[in-house]
C-alpha cells in the first residue's frame, strides 16, 4: 500500500531515468535526456515549469518593467520636460495572465510529451533506491532517479494568524486588483521588489523586516541604495523588529510589532523566504536522511548512487540559473559526458528592485570571515561618467579584491541597470581574472559597465576621482597591483 492507501503495483514500470519534480530544470533535464534517445518518466505535483514561469521570474520581471515605466515618467520633470501618469493595474494583471497562461500548463505538458516523456501528474515517493510511487502506479529507473521538487513558501508561526485571512507573494502575482494598504513581512529580495511594485501602482506599502537591515545578504551600502529609493517611493520599512501577533479587525488585519507598533492594512503578505519539504519524499528508502535541510550532493550533483539532486532541494542558491546549471551537470553524468564538475565561487545574484541590485561571490564581510586579507575598491555610480548623464537612481560599484592574488573574490553592482553590469564582474570572479588584467582592459565610454573600469583606475583616474569625493580604495589599489606586478 501507498500514503494515500492505495495498492502500488510492486513490478512497476521501467524507464531509463525518472524526474521527480518536472520545475524549471526538472522539465529541462527531461529534454535533453529524451533528445538523447532515453526513456523519461516525468513526476509533478503541480504545475510543470515550476515556480519560474508561473508565480516567479516572468511573471513579476512583467509587473517590475510596468512600475519601472512609470518612475521613469515620473523622472522626465528633473530632465527634460513634464509628463502625467495614470496607472493601470488591469493592464499589468491581463500581461501576467499572457504570460502564465493562466496559470495552466497545458503547453508545457504538450511539450514534455510530443519530445516523448511520460509526464504524471501527482506526489512522487521514492521506495527504493531508484523506484518512485505516485498514486498507484509505481516506475523504477534503469539509469537513476532526479530529485527536483523545489521550495515552499515560509509561513512562520505567529500569533492570530489563523484567524486572519492572509496572503503570500504568489497571491500579489494573481492578484486582479489592488488593495489600497499592505503590510508585508520580509524585506528579502522578493519582498522589495514585489513592495516596490505596488508602491508604484498606487498601495501604501509597509514593509517589516526582522534583520537591521533590507537585503540583509547583500552589502550594507546595496541595503542603503534600496532603503533610499523606498523612502522615494513612500514605502515605510521598519527593521530589526518582528510581528507579535495579527488580528483581524473588520475590513483591516492588525499587525503588532513586538516594540509596541501598531499597522493597520488592508492585506497582509508573508515573504518570508522559500524552504524544500523533504519530510515526504521517501529518501529513507534509499539511504538518504530526510531531517537536514537540504540534500546533500557532491560535484556531479549525485545524493548517493543512482540518485542526483538538483534545484532548490541541493541548497545551493535557490536560483532558476542555478538550478539549470545544475541540470546541465547531470544531463552529462547520465549520458557519459565531459563536464566540469560544479563550482559555486562565482555565483550572480539580482535583485531587481530600482535601482537594481546585482551581486557575486563573496561580500566584505563574508570575504573577511573567510579568511581573506582584501582590498576594498567602492565607487558612486552617480559620480561615473555615465551615472552624471543619466540622473537619478543613485547605487555602487563594490569590488573585493584578495590582497595576496590581486584576484577579485566578489562585487556588488548597485544601479539602474545592475544586473546588466554584473556580467562583466561575473566573469571575472568566475574566471579568476586579477585586477592588473582588468586595469589593462579598453573599457567603452561612456558606459554603466565602464564604471567598472573607473572604479580600478583603468582611465580617468584624476576626474573620477574629483566626481566622487566617497571613492574609496584607489591608493590601496594602487599600491596591490604596483606590488603585483613587480
Not at 358 to 380: C, H, I, M, P, Y
Request: with cysteine; net charge negative; proline share 3%.
Amino acid at each position: 500500500m501507498n500514503s494515500t492507501g492505495n495498492q502500488v503495483d510492486v513490478h512497476g514500470d521501467h524507464t531509463d531515468v525518472i524526474v521527480l519534480g518536472v520545475g524549471t530544470c526538472g522539465e529541462d533535464l527531461s529534454l535533453q535526456l529524451l533528445n538523447a534517445g532515453l526513456d523519461v518518466v516525468g513526476i509533478e505535483a503541480n504545475l510543470v515549469g515550476g515556480t519560474c514561469p508561473f508565480y516567479g521570474c516572468l511573471p513579476t520581471k512583467v509587473m517590475i518593467r510596468g512600475a519601472n515605466l512609470l518612475k521613469e515618467a515620473d523622472r522626465i520633470k528633473n530632465m527634460s520636460g513634464l509628463s502625467s501618469i495614470a496607472s493601470n493595474w488591469n493592464q499589468i494583471a491581463g500581461l501576467v495572465r499572457q504570460i502564465t497562461g493562466d496559470w495552466k500548463d497545458d503547453g508545457a505538458v504538450e511539450r514534455y510529451e510530443k519530445h516523448g516523456g511520460r509526464l504524471i501528474h501527482g506526489q512522487g515517493k521514492l521506495t527504493g533506491p531508484r523506484t518512485v510511487a505516485v498514486g498507484d502506479k509505481s516506475f523504477t529507473a534503469r539509469k537513476g532517479v532526479v530529485i527536483a521538487t523545489g521550495a515552499k513558501p515560509v509561513i512562520p508561526p505567529v500569533s492570530g494568524l489563523e484567524k486572519v485571512n492572509y496572503w503570500t507573494t504568489d497571491d500579489i502575482i494573481k492578484a486582479e486588483n489592488l488593495p489600497e494598504s499592505i503590510v508585508i513581512l520580509g524585506g528579502g529580495a522578493i519582498g522589495c521588489e514585489l513592495g516596490q511594485v505596488l508602491a508604484r501602482f498606487g498601495t501604501r506599502v509597509t514593509i517589516v523586516e526582522l534583520g537591521e537591515r533590507l537585503l540583509g545578504f547583500e552589502e550594507p551600502e546595496a541595503s542603503e541604495t534600496v532603503e533610499k529609493a523606498f523612502a522615494d517611493d513612500g514605502i515605510n520599512v521598519y527593521k530589526g523588529t518582528k510581528v507579535k501577533e495579527v488580528e483581524a479587525r473588520g475590513n483591516a488585519i492588525i499587525t503588532r510589532l513586538d516594540d509596541g507598533v501598531e499597522l493597520s492594512s488592508e492585506r497582509l503578505v508573508f515573504a518570508t523566504g522559500r524552504k524544500p519539504d523533504l519530510t515526504s519524499l521517501g529518501l529513507e528508502s534509499a539511504g538518504l536522511g530526510s531531517s537536514a535541510k537540504f540534500i546533500e550532493v557532491d560535484e556531479r550533483m549525485r545524493a548517493t548512487d543512482g540518485i542526483w539532486a538538483m534545484g532548490d532541494v541541493t541548497g545551493k542558491g535557490m536560483f532558476t540559473h542555478v538550478a539549470l546549471y545544475q541540470s546541465n551537470i547531470i544531463a552529462a553524468d547520465i549520458l557519459g559526458r565531459m563536464h566540469p564538475p560544479a563550482e559555486y565561487h562565482s555565483v550572480p545574484t539580482v535583485t531587481f528592485t530600482d535601482p537594481e541590485i546585482g551581486s557575486v561571490g563573496l561580500t566584505e564581510s563574508a570575504a573577511r570571515n573567510a579568511g581573506f586579507d582584501v582590498v576594498v575598491v567602492t565607487k558612486q555610480v552617480a559620480s561615473t561618467f555615465r551615472g552624471v548623464l543619466h540622473g537619478g537612481n543613485g547605487g555602487i560599484i563594490k569590488l573585493v579584491t584578495d590582497r595576496k592574488t590581486g584576484i577579485l573574490v566578489g562585487a556588488t553592482a548597485a544601479g539602474p541597470p545592475g544586473g546588466e553590469i554584473l556580467g562583466l564582474l561575473t566573469l571575472a570572479v568566475h574566471a579568476r581574472i586579477s585586477l592588473t588584467k582588468l586595469r589593462s582592459m579598453i573599457f567603452a565610454f561612456p558606459t554603466f559597465t565602464g564604471g567598472i573600469g573607473e572604479a580600478i583606475g583603468a582611465y580617468g583616474r584624476g576626474v573620477t576621482t574629483v566626481l566622487d569625493p566617497e571613492y574609496t580604495g584607489l591608493k590601496e589599489l594602487d599600491e596591490l597591483i604596483a606590488a603585483l606586478e613587480d
